[in-house]
């Protein structure tokens, strides 16, 4: 699907639906999540309420793996609510080099072998201290621990070196 592209005033957002994002919008992604160790998972509590909280992740194009305890808070906002927010920020040094991305997605524990192994070789190669801190990395899930895939459904892409508050939303369901 071809998607009808316009130069938007610097703080308006446009909204295009496909499944895969435009090659330049793909190039800035893949740096913001190289360049961040670090996300904002938010998830739903029972109540309803939002927990947010920050995680360590690893990226495989635009699908991000975590690995979370298996009887933390967030596992079980996830078991009961899989439908999360998160963000994703570059390092900057001035506004006017943010770029981040905005993110709606679908969290589920992984629990097929090979999904489990692309998770823990995702993670453990953008963070070889986890071989330190977890019993046993050849075990998978890790001992104590859930490995979860996030998946996408709407991204927006802040990028401020375009003019404050530049944001391009695109629907990848």
């Known amino acids: 699907m071809a998607a009808t592209r316009r130069r938007l005033p610097s703080r308006m957002t446009e909204r295009t639906s496909m499944t895969r994002l435009p090659p330049a919008q793909q190039a800035l992604a893949n740096t913001i999540l190289s360049g961040a160790a670090d996300l904002t998972l938010a998830s739903i509590r029972d109540d309803g309420t939002p927990h947010a909280s920050t995680v360590s992740f690893a990226a495989d194009g635009l699908v991000l793996y975590v690995a979370i305890a298996l009887d933390s808070h967030k596992a079980h906002d996830l078991r009961t609510h899989p439908r999360v927010a998160l963000t994703?920020?570059?390092?900057?040094?001035?506004?006017?080099?943010?770029?981040?991305?905005?993110?709606?997605?679908?969290?589920?524990?992984?629990h097929e072998p090979v999904e489990a192994r692309r998770a823990s070789s995702a993670l453990l190669q953008k963070f070889p201290a986890f071989a330190q801190v977890v019993a046993d990395t050849s075990a998978l899930p890790w001992p104590g621990m859930l490995f979860v895939r996030i998946t996408p459904l709407t991204i927006?892409?802040?990028?401020?070196t375009q003019g404050f508050g530049h944001t391009e939303t695109f629907d990848l369901r």
């Open 88 to 110: 994703v920020n570059a390092p900057y040094r001035t506004w006017n080099e943010i770029q981040g991305m905005s993110i709606d997605a679908l969290a589920e524990m992984i």
């Open 156 to 160: 927006s892409l802040l990028d401020y």
